[in-house]
C-alpha cells in the first residue's frame, strides 16, 4: 500500500501567501505614507497661510501705533527702541504658540517690518520622535515663518473745516472761510489775514434730516449733508466770496446730500510707558507743568488763576478726565513744540485757553474719546490746531477765533464765532496710510 503526501504543494502555497502578504503590506505601507506626506503637505500649506493674519494683526498693531504718535514719540505701549534706531514690539497669538515680531523705522513716513510665526507641522515620525525625545531632552518644533515690508504715505484729510455725525448750525453772525499758512499768498507769516481769505471751507454733516446743517451766519464755500438731508440758509449765506459780497442764501453748486463720512472712535493712546506731568522752569519762568518729549498721563486738568502748561517738545498728553481752562491759566505750547491731546471727559476752552505759539495748526491736535461728550470754545479764547471729537455736543459761543479744523457729534457756531480751515491741513496730514506691501 503506497500513501501520497501532497507536502511539497502545501509549501508551494504557503510562500505564494507570504509573498502576497509582503506585496499587500508593502502596498499598504506606500499608501500610509503617500497619505501621511499628503497630509504633512496640506498642514504645511496651512501653516504657511496661517503666518499671513498673523503678521497682519501685527501690521495693524504698528499702524495704530503711527495713527496716534505719528512718525516720532513711538515708545509706550510696549514699543521699544532698539540700538538699530527702530521701535520694536513681539506677541503672542492665539493659543497655538504663534507670534508676530514687528518694527517700525521711524521716518517720515514710517516703514514697517513685520513677521508672522506658526508652529511647524510634524510628521508621523518626528512626532513619535518628539515623544521619546521628551524623555532624552529632544528640542521643541520649529516655526514657519513669512515677513513684510510695508511703506506708507501721508492720508490726504478731506478739506474739511466743520464737520459732524449730526446736526451742524450757524447763527449769530458766525463765519467760517479759509486760509493756507504755507502760502504767503494766503496768509501773513503763516497766520490768518482777513484780507487774503478764501472761500475754501466745507461744512459737512452725516445727518439726513431736514436742516440738516443750518446757516444763519456765513460759510464762505460749501456744505453738504447726509442723502436726503438739506441745508437751509436761515438769513445766512452759503458761496464763494463774490456771490457772498451781494447775495444771501446758497450759491448755486455749493451745497449737496452726498455728505458720508466715517468716524472711528478715538482709543485710549497708551497703557504704558508714561509719565505724570510735574512743574519745571521755562524761559527763567516757573510753570505748573512742564512737558517734553514723551508720553504723559494724567487726571482732570484745570488751568486758572494763572495755573500754565508749557509744552517744549513733542509732547502727548492723556487727561483721564475733564479739561477746562479760564481766565490766566492757560497751555503753551513753545515753536518747535506739538501737543497731542487725549480728553475722557468734557472739554472747556475759555479765558487765555491755549496758546499754539507755532502759528501750525498741525502741531496740536485734541482727540476727545466715546466718554468726551461736550466741548467748548467761549470768550474771547484764539486757538491754532484741530478738535477731533466725534461723540461730543461741540459749541463756539462768542467772540472766539480758532484756526484749524473740527469734528463733533453735533456743532453749534454763534454769538459771531469765527472759524478759519487751514487749506495746508489737506497736504499735511500726520496720519499713515499703506502705500506698498511686499513679500521679504
Request: with cysteine; charged share 15%.
Amino acid at each position: 500500500m503506497k500513501i501520497q503526501t501532497q507536502l511539497r504543494r502545501q509549501g508551494s502555497a504557503l510562500i505564494v501567501t507570504l509573498l502576497i502578504a509582503v506585496i499587500a503590506g508593502i502596498a499598504l505601507a506606500s499608501c500610509l505614507s503617500l497619505v501621511s506626506h499628503q497630509n504633512l503637505s496640506v498642514a504645511r500649506s496651512l501653516a504657511w497661510n496661517s503666518a499671513l493674519p498673523v503678521l497682519e494683526s501685527g501690521l495693524e498693531e504698528a499702524l495704530t501705533q503711527i495713527h496716534y504718535y505719528g512718525c516720532t514719540n513711538l515708545s509706550g505701549n510696549g514699543w521699544a527702541l532698539g540700538a538699530d534706531g527702530l521701535f520694536h514690539k513681539t506677541r503672542t497669538v492665539g493659543n497655538e504658540g504663534s507670534y508676530w515680531q514687528v518694527s517700525i523705522l521711524p521716518v517720515d513716513a514710517p516703514v514697517i517690518v513685520s513677521t508672522g510665526y506658526v508652529r511647524a507641522p510634524l510628521s508621523a515620525v518626528a512626532r513619535v520622535a518628539m515623544i521619546l525625545g521628551n524623555l532624552q531632552g529632544a528640542s521643541t518644533p520649529g516655526y514657519v515663518s513669512r515677513m513684510v515690508r510695508v511703506t506708507t504715505r501721508h492720508q490726504r484729510s478731506l478739506g474739511v473745516g466743520v464737520s459732524a455725525k449730526d446736526r451742524i448750525e450757524f447763527s449769530g453772525g458766525s463765519m467760517l472761510d479759509s486760509f493756507n499758512s504755507h502760502d504767503p499768498n494766503i496768509s501773513t507769516n503763516g497766520k490768518y489775514d482777513p484780507a487774503k481769505r478764501r472761500a475754501g471751507g466745507k461744512v459737512l454733516s452725516n445727518s439726513k434730516d431736514k436742516d440738516a446743517i443750518h446757516v444763519g451766519g456765513t460759510i464762505l464755500g460749501s456744505a453738504y449733508s447726509g442723502p436726503g438731508g438739506t441745508v437751509t440758509a436761515n438769513g445766512g449765506t452759503v458761496g464763494d466770496l463774490a456771490w457772498a459780497a451781494t447775495h444771501s442764501g446758497i450759491q448755486q453748486g455749493h451745497s449737496g446730500d452726498d455728505a458720508n463720512l466715517e468716524f472711528p472712535e478715538v482709543e485710549v493712546p497708551f497703557t504704558s510707558g508714561y509719565s505724570t506731568p510735574g512743574s519745571g522752569t521755562f524761559l527763567g519762568t516757573n510753570v505748573t507743568y512742564l512737558l517734553g518729549a514723551g508720553n504723559y498721563k494724567m487726571g482732570t486738568l484745570t488751568l486758572n488763576g494763572g495755573r500754565t502748561m508749557v509744552v517744549a517738545g513733542d509732547a502727548v498728553l492723556f487727561v483721564d478726565g475733564n479739561l477746562a481752562t479760564s481766565g490766566n491759566g492757560l497751555i503753551y505750547i513753545a515753536p518747535g513744540a506739538s501737543l497731542k491731546l487725549y480728553v475722557s471727559g468734557t472739554g472747556s476752552i475759555t479765558g487765555n485757553g491755549i496758546v499754539n505759539d507755532t502759528q501750525r495748526p498741525d502741531a496740536l491736535t485734541i482727540y476727545g474719546l466715546a466718554s468726551c461728550d461736550q466741548f467748548s470754545f467761549s470768550g474771547s479764547s484764539s486757538f491754532i490746531g484741530s478738535v477731533y471729537a466725534p461723540d461730543a455736543q461741540f459749541s463756539f459761543n462768542g467772540a472766539v477765533d480758532v484756526s484749524g479744523t473740527f469734528t463733533g457729534e453735533t456743532i453749534t457756531i454763534t454769538g459771531g464765532a469765527r472759524i478759519h480751515y487751514d487749506e495746508a491741513l489737506d497736504n499735511a496730514s500726520k496720519r499713515f496710510a499703506v502705500a506698498r506691501w511686499d513679500e521679504i
